[in-house]
Each structure stands twice: as C-alpha cells, then as structure tokens.
C-alpha cells in the first residue's frame, strides 16, 4: 500500500467494477482504499461514488410508474446509496486524533517483490481508520515517507521498519544471513 510504484486508479474507471462491498479503509498514500479492487480514493472521490449513487436512483424514479421490476430497481439502488452514505459518514466521522496503541508489530521482508510488510496488531479493536498492513518498497526513501503519515501508528510502523531495514543492511555488509522477520512488541514501541 505505501511507498511508489502500485498501480493508483480514478473512481471513475472502477465504480462499474467494484462495489467497494468490504468497505474502504484508511491508506496511506490517498484517503482511503478498497481492499477488494485496491482502489486508492480520497475524500473527494468517496463523495462523488456517493452522488453517483444518488444519480442512478434519481434516473430511476423516472422509470417507476406502475412497472413492478423498475419498483424493485428503484428499491435496490436506494439501498445502494444508503450503503454508499454508511461508508460515508463512518470515514468522515472517524477521530484521527485518537490512536489505538498497537499490541505488536511484524515486519517481514519479500524476497520476490523487495518489499517491506508491516502488519500491525491491536489488543483493542482497530479503529476504522486505522490501518493493519502496510507494505513499503525495502528502501530508505519510501521507508521515511511514512515518517509523515497522519496516523500515529503508521509512524511509530515506519520507525520499525526502518529499524529493521538498517538491521538486514549491516548483516549483509557483515556477510551474515539477514533476517526475514522481526516482531516487535509493545515494550518496544
């Protein structure tokens, strides 16, 4: 998700496409992301999936008139957009102040895509907003990119990855196998 290189597509050219059925969660390099079409949206974006919504309903009020199956069109796109308005409101009213501590910490290097995954785990539920995965390119810029990400925890993610990032560097200047993972845990955040 963080760091260059991902493929970043418009809402218009996936809201065909993808439903956004698992909702949108909170990415780091725009507001918010589609974990099912990997979508990465921000707040402008959402509002214009919503109105879109809102369009297809309307077109439909005009096709209503004693038809049973344009009834049950209509029926399902108002449901769509009180769904569209949900996601909505819950991004628009997450507190990104509030920051729920992480429990622990695992870094992970793949070898395939030299890249770094961070997975973040809470002893507290998760917030909305908050994030569980990143994955950054295994280099010191993308790594330090993360170091001005509005969530505090991707921050405090970021610190780790760098620890780690700096660590498999010396022991491979030093000729040692490097590490695949570390896991840090809350005494060490």
């Known amino acids: 998700m963080a760091g260059t290189g991902y493929n970043v597509e418009l809402m218009e050219n ?3 496409n993808c439903p956004h059925s698992g909702g949108l969660q909170a990415a780091v ?11 990465h949206l921000d707040l402008e974006d959402v509002e214009r999936w919503v109105r879109a919504a809102g369009e297809a309903r309307d077109e439909a009020y005009l096709t209503v008139e004693g038809d049973k ?14 769904r569209r308005r949900k996601v909505l409101y819950e991004l628009r009213s997450a507190p990104p102040a509030v ?14 895509q030299d ?3 961070c997975r973040i785990f809470y002893k507290e ?14 280099d010191l810029d993308p790594i330090l990119e993360l170091r001005s990400h509005s969530d505090p925890n991707v921050r405090l993610a970021s610190g780790k990855v760098e620890e780690f990032h700096l660590l498999r560097r010396r022991l491979v200047e030093q000729d040692a196998l490097p590490l695949l993972r570390r896991v840090f845990y809350q005494n060490e955040l």
């Open 14 to 16: 996936i809201e065909g």
């Open 29 to 39: 390099v725009s507001g918010f992301w589609c974990p099912i079409c990997e979508a």
């Open 69 to 82: 199956f344009a009834r049950i069109v209509l029926e399902e796109r108002q449901r769509e957009v009180y």
């Open 99 to 112: 920051a729920t501590r992480p429990e622990m910490i695992l870094v992970s290097y793949d070898f395939a």
């Open 115 to 117: 890249s770094y995954e």
């Open 125 to 138: 539920p998760r917030p909305a907003w908050g994030l569980e995965r990143i994955s950054v390119e295994a």
